[in-house]
């Protein structure tokens, strides 16, 4: 099969197209042919060496997130057959994979592809949906009159982290740049703060949360966050460094904070497929290159001000 693989750790020319042997199926797995494969932060982070699982095997084939076919199940009677179109997630954050023409997952990875969807727009759900999912809905509980702040309302999670905290009735600020901020008023944000001109901390006080998807690296934007929350107020911070004292800063201001790690979950990940059907939750892939072109993905992805999702379209459908 054909695959963008990385020889070891470098910048996003490392990645190169490559044949490979098609994984073969094993126990309760499920053999997927990828029509599209989403591009995240974390790829980038793993292609250089570094991030949640700096020591991957090399070779690798970056990817977590994919939409296909399913070409074979592990059992006769399994809910999935040969031909559903589903989606899902290969397993984070050890093995990547899905910029390549077949991935072979275990069961609990893999959901239906709501038909509403191209593979492309699919295929940028899982990883950040499951993500947004998993900070607002399991950690933050989101619910009626929760006051949320979302930073980086406008990337792959905070767009989908906008609009499911709104769905549960929280009233949501996000960050972004002005360019952003109308759609994510359409998207259900109820008031978008410009981060280029405005300090946060001067406008917002007493919210309930704050789901911090920039961390230190860009101005303090964690550590400033603890200033907008209310006693006992909660942070849960997503880039995997967070800022190293960020526990104990939390603690020692009265509030308190998390780091969120997803997982694979085709449970969740069909809840929120429902939701997407039912047009409560739309997702933006605004880039959709083919796999070829996995370099210019990499590259406009760190530019780190890519509007929604990037696509990577591997094959025909
Ligand atoms: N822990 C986990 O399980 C997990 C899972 C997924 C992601 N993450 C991490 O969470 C972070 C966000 O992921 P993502 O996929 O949403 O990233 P992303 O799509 O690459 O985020 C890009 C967005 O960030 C916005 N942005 C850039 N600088 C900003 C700033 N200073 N303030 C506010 N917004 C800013 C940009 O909006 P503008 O163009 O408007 O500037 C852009 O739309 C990454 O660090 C990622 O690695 C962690």
Redo the contacts with the bound molecule.
């Keep these: 099969m054909r695959a963008m693989a990385v020889a070891s750790p470098g910048g996003p020319e490392s990645l190169r197209l490559v044949e490979m042997p098609t994984p073969t199926r094993v126990g309760h797995e499920v053999l997927v042919r990828v029509v599209a494969a989403g591009v995240?932060?974390?790829d980038a982070?793993s292609r250089a060496g570094a991030?949640?699982s700096p020591g991957s095997d090399w070779p690798m084939v970056p990817g977590y997130d994919f939409s296909g076919v399913v070409v074979q199940t592990p059992y006769e009677a399994f809910p999935l057959s040969p031909g559903d179109e589903v989606f899902g997630m290969t397993a984070?954050p050890r093995t990547g994979g899905s910029y390549a023409e077949y991935v072979s997952v275990p069961a609990f990875s893999v959901a239906r592809k709501p038909s509403v969807l191209s593979h492309a727009e699919a295929a940028a759900v899982p990883?950040?949906a499951?993500?947004a999912w998993?900070a607002v809905v399991d950690l933050a509980k989101a619910h009626e009159g929760q006051k949320v702040l979302i930073?980086?309302?406008?990337?792959?999670?905070?767009?989908l982290a906008v609009q499911i905290a709104a769905y549960f009735g929280a009233e949501v600020v996000?960050?972004?740049?002005?360019?952003?901020a109308e759609w994510l008023l359409e998207l259900g944000a109820s008031r978008v703060i410009d981060?280029?001109t405005t300090e946060f901390e001067d406008e917002l006080a007493d919210l309930d949360v704050v789901i911090d998807?920039?961390?230190n690296?860009?101005?303090s934007?964690g550590s400033r966050s603890l200033q907008v929350l209310r006693p006992g107020g909660l942070i849960v911070?997503?880039?995997?460094a967070g800022w190293p004292t960020m526990i104990e800063d939390a603690a020692a201001a009265g509030m308190r904070a998390t780091?969120?790690?997803?997982?694979p979950d085709a449970g969740t990940l069909s809840v929120i497929a429902r939701l997407i059907t039912s047009g409560d939750v739309r997702v933006t892939a605004d880039t959709v290159l083919p796999l070829e072109e996995a370099e210019r993905a990499h590259i406009l992805?760190e530019s780190?001000?890519?509007?929604?999702?990037i696509a990577l379209k591997v094959s025909d459908y």
């Design positions: 995240n932060p974390v982070k991030g949640v984070f990883l950040a499951l993500t998993g930073h980086a309302g406008a990337g792959g999670v905070g767009h996000t960050t972004a740049s002005p360019k952003n981060y280029t998807g920039v961390g690296a860009k101005h934007t911070s997503l880039p995997s780091h969120y790690f997803v997982q992805m780190g001000h890519v509007r929604g999702k």
